[in-house]
């Protein structure tokens, strides 16, 4: 049986979110896109009987202020900043030095389509010392798993699959649609509204009026509580 796992997301200032959303998104609903993302990513990692803690590594407070609301921890980004990876690390420390040299798990901020059922079959597969998930297009990384007290060693950004496994992640092929479909692009927006996003954000592109939003919104917290 596998140990339990924590979990680790970063998340930016929310004013400079999801810039290349802007052919399809005005800047003011941006971040709120952002936070609906994340409260259903992290609304899943909690729930998860596999993970043990979900820290969200972030400089914003209302990010950190739903984060708490969700059950998760938020631990405040390094200053001067270093980006993603940095800021994973920080928290990979944070996470160690307060839990022992346990199992980590990287997840992206912006998986609204992960199912519960996915990520309990990435846990339960991910037996290596590093694993990695590519993302739907096989280019970025969505998740990477370290176990025995590897040192997480992130390597977020362009072509990161490629480079978390020629650094030695064994990278996982299981059919994962949600957990596999982070959100860049206006293209990225349908194919995860296609597959049904969580609660949050359904109920927010229904709200501001992008297509095909609400097309199977899946139900992340209370019975009947989408207003989709």
């Not at 998340?11 to 971040?31: C, F, I, M, Q, Y």
């Not at 009987?49 to 400089?59: E, F, H, L, M």
């Not at 649609?177 to 609660?199: C, F, H, N, S, Y």
Request: with cysteine.
């Amino acid at each position: 049986m596998t140990s339990a796992v924590h979990a680790l997301i970063a998340v930016k200032s929310l004013g400079l979110a999801k810039s290349r959303l802007a052919d399809r998104l005005p800047a003011h609903e941006r971040p709120r896109l952002v936070l609906a993302m994340l409260a259903d990513t992290v609304a899943v990692a909690v729930a998860n009987p596999g993970i043990a803690s979900v820290t969200v590594v972030t400089p914003d407070p209302v990010v950190t202020e739903l984060v708490r609301e969700l059950g998760g921890y938020a631990h405040p980004e390094p200053q001067p900043t270093g980006g993603l990876n940095a800021a994973l690390a920080a928290g990979a420390d944070a996470v160690r030095r307060a839990h022992g040299p346990v199992d980590l798990l990287a997840l992206q901020a912006d998986l609204p389509a992960m199912r519960s059922h996915e990520l309990s079959a990435l846990l339960a597969v991910a037996s290596h010392r590093r694993s990695v998930v590519a993302d739907h297009d096989g280019t970025g990384t969505v998740a990477l798993l370290v176990r025995g007290g590897a040192p997480l060693n992130p390597l977020f950004g362009p072509d990161s699959a490629r480079r978390h496994i020629a650094a030695g992640a064994v990278e996982l092929l299981g059919d994962w649609p949600g957990l596999r479909q982070d959100v860049d692009t206006a293209a990225d927006l349908e194919r995860a509204a296609a597959l049904g996003v969580g609660e949050a954000t359904g109920t927010l592109l229904h709200e501001i009026g992008v297509s095909r939003a609400c097309q199977g919104v899946k139900q992340v917290h209370r019975a009947g509580s989408s207003r989709c």
